[in-house]
C-alpha cells in the first residue's frame, strides 16, 4: 500500500512538472513574442502564406526589366543582398554557390534563383559584377537565366521586401540586415524561409537536405514553419557585427524558471517519510 502511494506521488509529480514546464515556455514565448511584435527595423519577420506583389519590376545584370509574375515560374529562392556589400552578402551567395553544387536537385529545372539588391542606387553593370564572380564558383554548367540578379528602385525593393518581412537600413553607403533564403511559389506565396547557421567555410552553412525539402514543399505551395522562430529565440542577430550570437541571458531565464518550478513542486510534493512503527 505505501509502495502503491509513492507510484502515485511520483507520477502526480512528474505530471505537474511536465505541465509547469510547458506552462513557463508559454509564458517566455508570449513574452518574446510581444517583444518582436513591433515592427522590426532590421530583421526577418516571417510572412508564410503571404504573397508579393507579382507586378513589381526589376532590371536584370543585362538591363532587361522583369516582373516578379514573369520570374517566379517554378520554385524560386529568394534572397536580399547588395553587391557592393562588405559583410554577410558575399557568404551567403557562396553558400547557395556550394549548395548548388551539392544537392541533387538541378537549377533551371527544379527550382531557380532571384537575388534582388537592397541598394537602389546599383545598376546592372554592379549585378553582372557579381553573378560572374558566383557562377565560377559553381562547378555544374547551369544555366545563365537560372539564377539572376536584379536591381531596382527604393520603391520596388521595399514592396518586396516589406512584403516577405526582409527589414534593412542603410548606414551611408552600407546597410544593416540580416541573411536569410525565402523560398516562393510558383504564384508569389511564401512558403519557406532558411536561416543559414554557422560554417567555418563561409562563415554560413546550410544543410543540403534543408535545402531540398524546402524546395520539394514549395513545389507543392505547402506552407512550412521553420525551426526560425526557435531560433529567434535562442539568437539574436547583431547587425554591427553581421552576425547571429547566442543570447545565452535568455537562455538562462528558461532554464532558471524551469529548476526553480522543480524545486517548489518537490518541496511541496515530497513524499513523506512513512513511520515504520504504524503498521
Given at each position: 500500500m505505501v509502495r502503491a502511494i509513492q507510484v502515485f506521488n511520483e507520477y502526480y509529480i512528474m505530471?505537474?512538472?511536465?505541465?509547469?514546464?510547458?506552462?513557463?515556455?508559454?509564458?517566455?514565448?508570449?513574452?518574446?513574442?510581444?517583444?518582436?511584435?513591433?515592427?522590426?527595423?532590421?530583421?526577418?519577420e516571417e510572412q508564410l502564406g503571404a504573397y508579393l506583389?507579382?507586378?513589381t519590376k526589376f532590371v536584370d545584370e543585362y538591363g532587361k526589366e522583369y516582373s516578379l509574375r514573369e520570374l517566379?515560374?517554378?520554385?524560386?529562392?529568394?534572397?536580399?543582398?547588395y553587391y557592393e556589400c562588405p559583410g554577410i552578402c558575399s557568404p551567403l551567395m557562396m553558400e547557395l554557390?556550394?549548395?548548388?553544387?551539392?544537392?541533387d536537385l538541378v537549377i533551371g529545372v527544379d527550382y531557380n534563383v532571384v537575388t534582388i539588391s537592397m541598394d537602389e542606387t546599383e545598376k546592372p553593370a554592379n549585378a553582372l559584377k557579381r553573378k560572374e564572380?558566383?557562377?565560377?564558383?559553381?562547378?555544374?554548367?547551369?544555366?545563365?537565366?537560372s539564377w539572376k540578379f536584379f536591381t531596382g528602385d527604393s520603391a520596388?525593393?521595399?514592396?518586396?521586401?516589406?512584403?516577405?518581412?526582409?527589414?534593412?537600413?542603410?548606414?551611408?553607403?552600407?546597410?544593416?540586415?540580416?541573411?536569410?533564403?525565402?523560398?516562393?511559389?510558383?504564384?508569389?506565396?511564401?512558403?519557406?524561409?532558411?536561416?543559414?547557421?554557422?560554417?567555418?567555410?563561409?562563415?554560413?552553412?546550410?544543410?543540403?537536405?534543408?535545402?531540398?525539402?524546402?524546395?520539394?514543399?514549395?513545389?507543392?505551395?505547402?506552407?512550412?514553419?521553420?525551426?526560425?522562430?526557435?531560433?529567434?529565440?535562442?539568437?539574436?542577430?547583431?547587425?554591427?557585427?553581421?552576425?547571429?550570437?547566442?543570447?545565452?541571458?535568455?537562455?538562462?531565464g528558461v532554464l532558471i524558471l524551469f529548476f526553480v518550478g522543480i524545486f517548489i513542486l518537490y518541496i511541496k510534493f515530497k513524499p513523506k517519510k512513512v513511520n515504520s512503527n504504524l503498521r
Open positions: 505530471k505537474r512538472l511536465a505541465k509547469i514546464f510547458l506552462l513557463l515556455l508559454f509564458i517566455t514565448q508570449v513574452s518574446y513574442s510581444n517583444g518582436v511584435g513591433k515592427k522590426l527595423e532590421i530583421g526577418v506583389p507579382l507586378d517566379f515560374t517554378k520554385p524560386t529562392v529568394l534572397a536580399f543582398v554557390a556550394d549548395i548548388i553544387n551539392k544537392t564572380v558566383f557562377l565560377k564558383t559553381i562547378d555544374k554548367n547551369i544555366p545563365p537565366e520596388s525593393i521595399r514592396a518586396v521586401s516589406d512584403k516577405a518581412g526582409f527589414f534593412f537600413k542603410r548606414e551611408g553607403k552600407d546597410f544593416r540586415h540580416a541573411g536569410t533564403f525565402i523560398f516562393v511559389d510558383s504564384k508569389g506565396k511564401i512558403c519557406r524561409y532558411l536561416f543559414p547557421a554557422f560554417s567555418e567555410r563561409s562563415g554560413f552553412g546550410i544543410l543540403p537536405f534543408d535545402f531540398k525539402m524546402a524546395i520539394y514543399e514549395t513545389s507543392e505551395s505547402k506552407i512550412s514553419p521553420t525551426v526560425a522562430k526557435v531560433l529567434q529565440f535562442c539568437f539574436t542577430y547583431k547587425p554591427e557585427g553581421r552576425t547571429y550570437v547566442l543570447n545565452l541571458t535568455r537562455i538562462f
